[in-house]
C-alpha cells in the first residue's frame, strides 16, 4: 500500500511508492526511448489497460474497451496510489501519514500513437479538456478526495514515459501544498484589497500588454510577471471562475481555442521542447471561490536552467517575461 | 541590471537575469561536457577570475590571486546579481521588484581539477565548510542583504556548468521562499509545543534509528521522514543552534565527519550520482532563534524521478526514506 506522509516542518505532503525489489542503481538517469515496440495506449491494445472510465467517440453500438475512441481514460496500470481501502490517518511521533488511497487515471489524448499534443486540430483537442472536467466532476463525488491534480508532461525530460500523447489525473486525499499555498496567498490578497487577485492580474495585464501571448474573448494567455523559466505561460479566463469543472462545452471550445495557439508559439519558438502543464483549481465540493481563479500553467523543461533551483526553490531566470512574450508573438 | 520580482500569489521571489541576445533556442537541452580546455578555477589562472574575497592555505609570503592556496573565494565572472547600487524598491501596479542587488560568489574547494568534493580528506574538506563560514559573517555586515544561500550543483544534471569542483554562496535581499517557509512551519509548531521541530525530529530519529545514516558526538545524518527522492538526507546538529556561522572550527571538524562519510555512502549506493546540497540556516542578523535549527539538505537528482514535479509542486517518491537508510548504512 502507497503512504502519504507529510513534512513536520512545511506541511508538505508526498507519496511513498515503494517499487519494490528495486536496487538503488535502478533510480539512475535513463536514456531517452525511442519509438517502435508495443503500446498499451494505441486502438486494439484496450484489453491491456485496466478497463476503461471514460471514452468519446464511439457510436452507440460499439463496446467499451474496443476501438472507436477520439479520447479514452483508463486507470493507470501502475498507480501512484490506490483507489480501495481507507484513508486510516495516524501519527508516528511527532510525524503525520496516512494509507495512499486516490485515483490515479491516464487521459489518452488520441488514437493515433504519433500525433503531437500541440498538433491537434482544436475540434479533437477539446475534447481533452472535456475529459478533464468530466472526471473531476466523478471523481468529486468520492468523499475521500479533497483535489485532483490534472497534468501533461510532454517529453522524457519532463517526465513522460511513454510516448503515445497523454495526460494523467490524481485525485488525492490532500491537498497539493503549491494549491494550498495559491489558495492562502489569494486569500490574503482578498482580505486586504476585496478583490481577487488573479482579476487584477488579467486587467493589469490586458491594460498594459506587455506580457500577453494571445487572447480571445473569453481567455487571456500571458508570461507571468514572475517566472520560474523562459516561456513559462498562464492562461486564464478573463472573467471570474474558481472552478474548472463548472465549465461549458462552448467556454472548453474557447479555452482549446487559445491553448491549442499558445503551445503552437512556444514549438515555434523551441521546436520539440520539453513541457508539463498543470491545471490549478478549487478543491472538491467547495462552494465558489471569491478569492480564488482557476487557470493552466505551462512549464517548459530546460534543463540548462533547472538545476540548484529544484532543491531551493529560488528561481534564477535568464529571460525577462516581456521579452518571451514578444518572441511567442513573433512566432507562426 | 538584473531585477528581482515577486509573483504576487505565493510571494515568491525569483531573480530575472537576462543575457542579453539570447535566441530561444539558446535554452534547449545541453549535452554534458567533457573535461579538457581551459579552466579559470586551476591554480595558475587566478588571475582570469575577479580578484578574490578569501583564500585559505597560502603561508605568509604568498600574495593574493596567486597559486599556494587550497579553497579559494571568487565573486562570480557572470553573477545573477550585481554588488554595486541601491534596492529601489518599487511597484508596478500590483506587482513588486527591485534591482537586483546581491554577491554571487564561487567557493573553489581544492586546487586540483580533476578531485571529486566527496572524495575529499576531511582536513581539506573543513575548509570548504569553514569557508561558507566566513563569507556569511563577512557578508552579514551588508544591511542590504538578508539572507546568504550557499549549495552546490554537482554534475551536469543537478546544474554544475563547470567540471572543477566548486559550490556557490548568493547573498539576496529577501529570503528564499522555501527558508521563509520553513521558519514559519517552525514558529507555528514552537507557539503549539514550546519546543524546537527539528529538536524534537533529531529525539525522535534518534530514538527510533528507522532512518539514521550515520552520527557522531555532534552531528545527525538522516533520511527524513517525507523525502522527495530517494535517498534524500538532511545533516542536523544534535545540540539545538539556528545559526550556521556561529560554529567553532572544531564543530565544522565534526560537521566534516558525517558529511563527507554520508556522501560517500552515497556515492557507493549510486557511483557518480548528481546531487544538490543547500544550507539552511537563520536569516542575517537575527538574533539566535529558539524555533529554528541550521542543516543541510542533500537532495540526489534522480531524472527518472523528477519531472511534474517540479511544476506542481507535489511529489511521487518511489523509495521509502527506511529502505533509503538502509542500503546507506550496508554502503561502504
Not at 92 to 110: F, P, Q, R, S, W
Amino acid at each position: 500500500m502507497p503512504e502519504l506522509r507529510k513534512d513536520p516542518v512545511l506541511g508538505r505532503w508526498i507519496i511513498i511508492a515503494e517499487q519494490r525489489g528495486k536496487r538503488p542503481t535502478d533510480f539512475i538517469v535513463e536514456e531517452t526511448t525511442t519509438s517502435g515496440g508495443f503500446c498499451p495506449l494505441c486502438p486494439g491494445n484496450e484489453r491491456t489497460t485496466p478497463p476503461e472510465v471514460l471514452a468519446y467517440g464511439r457510436n452507440g453500438d460499439q463496446g467499451s474497451d474496443m476501438p472507436g475512441w477520439q479520447v479514452r481514460v483508463v486507470p493507470n496500470k501502475y498507480p501512484a496510489l490506490v483507489i480501495e481501502g481507507e484513508l486510516d490517518k495516524q501519527a508516528d511521533g511527532l510525524y503525520d501519514k496516512m494509507n495512499g488511497i486516490g485515483a490515479h487515471e491516464v487521459v489518452i489524448e488520441h488514437p493515433d500513437h504519433q500525433v503531437v499534443f500541440s498538433a491537434l486540430p482544436p475540434e479533437e483537442m477539446v475534447l481533452v479538456f472535456r475529459a478533464y472536467r468530466d472526471r473531476i466532476i466523478d471523481l468529486e463525488r468520492d468523499s475521500r478526495f479533497r483535489y485532483v491534480l490534472v497534468f501533461k508532461n510532454y517529453g522524457r525530460a519532463a517526465g513522460a514515459s511513454l510516448e503515445h500523447s497523454h495526460s494523467q489525473l490524481v485525485a488525492l486525499p490532500i491537498l497539493p501544498r503549491k494549491i494550498d499555498s495559491e489558495l492562502h496567498g489569494a486569500i490574503s490578497y482578498f482580505n486586504y484589497k476585496e478583490r481577487c487577485v488573479y482579476c487584477d492580474i488579467v486587467r493589469q495585464e490586458m491594460r498594459q500588454g506587455l506580457r500577453v501571448v494571445c487572447e480571445n474573448d473569453d481567455f487571456l494567455v500571458i508570461t507571468p510577471f514572475a517566472p520560474r523559466t523562459p516561456f513559462e505561460m498562464w492562461i486564464l479566463p478573463k472573467k471570474h471562475s474558481s472552478a474548472y469543472h463548472q465549465q461549458s462545452d462552448q467556454q472548453l471550445k474557447l479555452l482549446t481555442g487559445v491553448f491549442s495557439e499558445c503551445l503552437r508559439r512556444l514549438d515555434a519558438c523551441i521546436p520539440g521542447v520539453p513541457y508539463n502543464f498543470v491545471l490549478h483549481t478549487q478543491p472538491l465540493r467547495s462552494q465558489p471561490l471569491e478569492h480564488y481563479h482557476w487557470h493552466f500553467e505551462i512549464v517548459p523543461k530546460l534543463t540548462s536552467i533547472a538545476g540548484f533551483e529544484w532543491g531551493s526553490g529560488f528561481y534564477i531566470n535568464p529571460m525577462s517575461p516581456e521579452e518571451a512574450a514578444t518572441f511567442l508573438r513573433e512566432a507562426l
